[in-house]
């Protein structure tokens, strides 16, 4: 009798996963990280920060890879999302700065650069308005100064309720499915770990993740971004239909920051051709030469 073919397990994680580990803060509590290590203690250290919805895995599993070649990386799940803390605090993105910071501190690093993807990207300002002891420079991609400005887009905020209804749902993995088997083609690179990135997708609390995205909407950071003095770098998703590249580049002008553009949507992080680990990386390297 012929062997049978051995089935594909798409419910496993990739093999490159760095390390995962809980890092316990006094008095805030346990958060999930994933840790890399550089062998040359002279390479940058960067601290991923994901965006809305998502976990550090999630947005960043893309990048991996490349930054473990050239940096020291801590990637943390916020508050709500993946494995991130739990709190009955209400969701306020400072706050959630300021749990990074600990963060960082309780692992005795500094001199870092914050690397922070949509929702990210505030957060990462966050650090560097909040911490500045703890930042060497900044690395914001794929997001945006304000993000209510127009009322197009405080129209698309009162759909939070429906997405939490959603969220809540039992047809959740269902609509999941269905949305990754979409953007996710067989020769993006991941296809093989669309159930592992659906049931990763699961994780977040759905309470949390609705007053994350409160949070994002009410975000205005155009009184003060150009007052932090922080090399800065910015990622421009030239085919981004969630936050449109005019508002990016508006955000690169007013921290006067380095900018790649890479012709990728919002959600290609996910896609290994889409250049976002590529571009990562340049953007880590030349905010890291300038200090």
């Not at 959630?96 to 650069?113: H, K, P, Q, T, Y």
């Not at 449109?244 to 012709?263: G, T």
Request: with cysteine; charged share 25%.
């Amino acid at each position: 009798m012929p062997d049978l073919p051995t089935p594909i397990r798409r419910d496993l994680p990739p093999s490159w996963l760095p390390a995962g580990s809980i890092v316990r803060v006094p008095d805030r509590g346990e958060f999930f990280v994933r840790r890399h290590q550089h062998p040359d203690p002279a390479a940058p250290t960067v601290l991923l920060l994901h965006g809305w919805t998502a976990s550090s895995d999630l947005q960043f599993i893309g990048a991996y890879r490349a930054l473990m070649e050239v940096c020291s990386f801590v990637g943390v799940d916020h508050r709500g999302h993946g494995r991130g803390l739990r709190s009955l605090k209400h969701y306020e993105l400072d706050e959630v700065a300021d749990d990074a910071a600990a963060v960082v501190r309780e692992l005795g690093l500094s001199n870092v650069i914050p690397v922070g993807y949509s929702m990210g990207g505030p957060i990462a300002m966050y650090v560097a308005r909040r911490h500045p002891d703890l930042v060497r420079g900044i690395v914001v991609q794929a997001t945006a100064l304000e993000w209510s400005a127009t009322l197009r887009e405080r129209l698309s905020w009162k759909l939070l309720p429906i997405m939490g209804a959603a969220l809540r749902s039992w047809t959740q993995p269902y609509v999941l499915r269905k949305a990754v088997e979409r953007m996710m083609t067989d020769d993006a690179g991941l296809a093989q770990h669309r159930d592992w990135i659906i049931a990763e997708t699961m994780r977040g609390d759905a309470r949390v993740v609705l007053q994350a995205g409160k949070a994002l909407s009410r975000h205005d950071a155009r009184s003060w971004a150009s007052t932090l003095d922080v090399p800065a770098g910015c990622l421009v998703t030239t085919k981004d239909r969630l936050v449109k590249p005019r508002k990016q580049r508006e955000l690169a002008a007013a921290l006067d920051a380095h900018v790649v553009e890479v012709p990728m949507d919002h959600l290609d992080a996910l896609d290994l051709r889409s250049g976002f680990a590529e571009a990562t990386v340049e953007l880590v390297r030349h905010v890291a030469a300038q200090r």
